[in-house]
Every structure is written in structure tokens, then in C-alpha cells.
């Protein structure tokens, strides 16, 4: 499969693949308080629930926006609830340290900004919760 990477790590705005008529770019979504604790993209002609490419969080050195990488397989998958669809995320390991209570401690507090994110700017309540990694042998 094919990833590109829209958000690098450390990184605090979140980033989405904008198609248009001048080709693809990137446009910042919004602010998040915390940075990503790992690079953050997306598999290339997938297709989610949510009617975006399928979310990829992709563990090891901070890579550059716009990066493409060949992955064999998916190593576990962060299961998320955004806005009431399911918004999972496959999680691929090029390498590095990663700590996965610190990776679950990150998710449950993103699932909290996110609510805060729909009901301060978008002004709705929003179901969006973390319910856990399953991690591949």
C-alpha cells in the first residue's frame, strides 16, 4: 500500500489532502493543542467511512510532508470514533522508540479536544472517542 504523509510529527496543525483543479495540496485543518507524537497520513486510493482516504499514523523518525512510502503491511489499528463514524487509524512501524501507554494517553486525550474542536467552532455536539489499539503479531 501507499502512504503519504500529510502531518509530520511534532507537528500541531493537522493537515488534509485538498484535491483540486492546480492538482493536490495540503491545507491545515485546524490548531491542535498537542503535537503528533508520530507521523500522520493517509493510504493513496483507499477509501473510509467518513469519505476520505483511510488514516494512517506511522510510527518512527519525523518524515516530510508529502512523503510516499511502500508498506508491506499494517502493524495494529488505533480504533477511533470521530463525530459518531468510525475514523480508524492503521498504524505502520518504520522504526524508533514508541511507548504504547503514552500512544493511548495521546488518543484519549485527542478524543477530548476533538469535542471540544466540534462543540467550540462548530458549534454541534460531537461523539468521538478512543476505544483502544489492536496490535498485529
Given at each position: 500500500m501507499r502512504v503519504v504523509i500529510e502531518t509530520p510529527?511534532?507537528?500541531f496543525f493537522k493537515y488534509n489532502k485538498q484535491d483540486s483543479s492546480q492538482?493536490?495540496?495540503f491545507?491545515?485543518?485546524?490548531?491542535s493543542p498537542i503535537p503528533t507524537i508520530f507521523n500522520y497520513g493517509f493510504i493513496e486510493g483507499s477509501l473510509a467511512d467518513d469519505g476520505m482516504e483511510k488514516d494512517v499514523v506511522v510510527i518512527?523518525?519525523?518524515l516530510p510532508?508529502?512523503?510516499v512510502l511502500e508498506v508491506d503491511k499494517s502493524h495494529g489499528v488505533v480504533k477511533f470514533v470521530d463525530d459518531s463514524l468510525e475514523?480508524?487509524?492503521e498504524v505502520v512501524c518504520k522504526g524508533g522508540f514508541y511507548s504504547k501507554p503514552i500512544f493511548y494517553f495521546y488518543f484519549h486525550l485527542y478524543a477530548t479536544f476533538k469535542v471540544a474542536y466540534y462543540l467550540i467552532l462548530k458549534r454541534k455536539i460531537a461523539n468521538c472517542k478512543f476505544n483502544g489499539i489492536s496490535w498485529y503479531n
Open positions: 510529527k511534532y507537528s492538482g493536490s495540496r491545507v491545515k485543518e485546524f490548531l518512527g523518525p519525523r510532508q508529502g512523503t475514523d480508524n487509524k
